[in-house]
Each structure stands twice: as structure tokens, then as C-alpha cells.
């Protein structure tokens, strides 16, 4: 009776080791396959507690470059509708200083003032430029031009802008951090629409514009300061942006830190468990050959 009992211990101990070897030998194959440690939320509870964590923040973060790869786009366009609007002043100063010398005919003048009408079209067309749909003067406003155009009944150069009043933000920090994106349109172009409907008057009516360049520079340094603002903040963005993407490697790896194997290690591991196997199955021949065949394999 102590024989059989020795016997059926061992039986159960060898079937036992065997059955954990199998699935020891199963879980390191899965590893290799897949070059994941964690296959299941029990294989590491705290580490699946910190890789969500880290991919919540890996998808806020892509979140914000995004944003920020909006915002670059929105300030390009600004920056590139200054530039035109510099050059536009620049020209509409030329024409008052030539025709402000007393030796322009009537003529002169007045073809003159057809061209700083069509300047201050231009200008108007500028302040109401689009990106996506979204007026980038305008408070990122869809819909309806922010600006009235010259040719509307209802232009007003002393109010020629019907948008928004309030910049627009976007958040660019995970600490609630913005960057401001707009200036509102009447701030940036107000003074040179007056300063060009002025010149623009002045020539029809006959007149010198002796008095409206004094007003053309200044309306054109405000273009400058505005422009020199768009590309302050379009270079903080893009720097901002720089940092977002080595915060999104970061978390990746650490993520990989924590979910992926070392697959030498992996290999090694898996191939020590099936020479264990092995070795066991050998060590089993020594039991009843029913034993055996029972854990055929």
C-alpha cells in the first residue's frame, strides 16, 4: 500500500512539474511572438496601471501637436498677409509723397487715387484671408468676411471690421498653458484702411496728401509690430511643438519599458524552459510506462 501511494505521489508530482514546464515554455513562446512581457493585466497589475497612464498622456500630447502644427499653419498665413500688406503700404506711401509736391496734375491725382483704391482692396481681400474655412483676422470666425468690402454700401473706414473683438487661444501645455493665435482684424489693419481711404479721398478731391503721411507710417509700423508679434509667436510654437514630440518619445519608451521584452533575454529564457522540459520528460522514463503515455506530449 505505501508503494502505490510513493508511486502515485510521485505520478502527480511529475505531471505536475511537467504541466507547469508546458505552460512556463507556452508563455515564453508568446513573449517571443509577440516581443510583449505583459500579455495579460494579471502578468503585471502596476505595470498596465502605468502604461495606461502614460498612453492617456501619449494621446494628450499628440493632441497638442496637432494643435500646434494648427497654430503654425494659422500664424503662416498670417505672416504671409502682412508681408503683402507691408509691400501694399509701402506703395501707397510712395504714391502720397509723389503726388505731395504740389506738381501732380489733376490728372495725376486722380489716377493716383484709383490705385490706392485698388491698394486698399487689396488690403481688404488681406484682412479677410482664409485658412480652412476660418478667417485668420477674424478670430478663426467662419462664415461671413470680418472686413467690409470697399465697394459695399455700408463700407465704413472709420469701422470697416464686423468680427470678433477677442483674440483666439488654443491650450498648448499639459499644465492649461495657450498661445495666442489672433489679433483681432480692426487692431491690425483698422488704421491703415482710414490712412488709405484718407489718401485715397484726399487725391479725389484735388488735394495734396501732405497730412496723410504721417498716418501711412504710422499705420505701417503697426503692420510691422503685428508682423514681428506673428513671428515671435510662430517661432515659440514651433519650439513648443519640438518639445511636445520629445515628450511623446518619452513616454513611448517608457511604455516600451514597461510592456516589451528583451527578446535575447526572451529567446534564452524560453529556450532554458523547453531544455528543462526536456530533461524532465527524459527523467520521467523512469516511471511507469502509463504515466507516459498519459502526459504524451
Known amino acids: 500500500m505505501i508503494g502505490r501511494v510513493t508511486q502515485s505521489s510521485m505520478a502527480r508530482d511529475f505531471l505536475g512539474h511537467v504541466q507547469s514546464l508546458q505552460a512556463r515554455?507556452?508563455?515564453?513562446?508568446?513573449?517571443?511572438?509577440?516581443?510583449?512581457?505583459?500579455?495579460?493585466?494579471?502578468?503585471?497589475?502596476?505595470?498596465?496601471?502605468?502604461a495606461t497612464r502614460l498612453r492617456s498622456e501619449d494621446a494628450d500630447l499628440r493632441a497638442l501637436h496637432e494643435?500646434?502644427?494648427?497654430?503654425?499653419?494659422?500664424?503662416?498665413?498670417?505672416?504671409?498677409?502682412?508681408?503683402e500688406a507691408s509691400s501694399l503700404l509701402t506703395r501707397a506711401r510712395e504714391i502720397?509723397?509723389?503726388t505731395a509736391n504740389g506738381l501732380t496734375t489733376p490728372a495725376q491725382k486722380q489716377a493716383a487715387a484709383a490705385e490706392v483704391a485698388e491698394i486698399e482692396r487689396s488690403l481688404i481681400t488681406l484682412g479677410n484671408t482664409t485658412i480652412g474655412?476660418?478667417?485668420?483676422?477674424?478670430?478663426?470666425?467662419?462664415?461671413?468676411?470680418?472686413?467690409?468690402?470697399?465697394?459695399?454700401?455700408?463700407f465704413d473706414a472709420n469701422n470697416p471690421y464686423g468680427g470678433p473683438t477677442d483674440p483666439f487661444s488654443v491650450r498648448t501645455g499639459q499644465d492649461g498653458a495657450t498661445t495666442r493665435l489672433t489679433t483681432p482684424g480692426d487692431e491690425v489693419f483698422g488704421d491703415s484702411i482710414l490712412a488709405l481711404e484718407n489718401l485715397r479721398q484726399t487725391l479725389l478731391a484735388g488735394n495734396a496728401?501732405?497730412?496723410?503721411?504721417d498716418a501711412l507710417a504710422t499705420a505701417a509700423d503697426g503692420l510691422s509690430l503685428e508682423h514681428a508679434s506673428v513671428g515671435a509667436r510662430s517661432r515659440a510654437?514651433?519650439?513648443?511643438?519640438?518639445?511636445?514630440?520629445?515628450?511623446?518619445?518619452?513616454a513611448r519608451e517608457e511604455i516600451g519599458e514597461i510592456e516589451d521584452v528583451d527578446l535575447v533575454?526572451?529567446?534564452?529564457?524560453?529556450?532554458?524552459?523547453?531544455?528543462?522540459?526536456?530533461?524532465?520528460?527524459?527523467?520521467g522514463q523512469t516511471l511507469q510506462q502509463s504515466i507516459v503515455d498519459y502526459v504524451r506530449l
Do not use: Y
Open 25 to 50: 515554455s507556452a508563455q515564453a513562446q508568446n513573449h517571443v511572438q509577440t516581443q510583449k512581457r505583459i500579455l495579460a493585466p494579471s502578468d503585471d497589475p502596476g505595470g498596465v496601471a502605468r
Open 67 to 83: 494643435t500646434v502644427g494648427f497654430g503654425l499653419s494659422v500664424l503662416g498665413a498670417q505672416d504671409g498677409a502682412l508681408g
Open 96 to 98: 502720397a509723397a509723389q
Open 133 to 154: 474655412g476660418r478667417h485668420v483676422f477674424g478670430g478663426l470666425a467662419t462664415g461671413d468676411a470680418p472686413f467690409v468690402s470697399l465697394d459695399d454700401v455700408a
Open 209 to 213: 496728401p501732405t497730412a496723410e503721411l
Open 237 to 250: 510654437l514651433a519650439d513648443r511643438g519640438q518639445e511636445i514630440l520629445g515628450s511623446i518619445q518619452t
Open 265 to 283: 533575454e526572451a529567446i534564452l529564457d524560453l529556450q532554458r524552459l523547453q531544455s528543462a522540459l526536456e530533461a524532465t520528460l527524459v527523467s
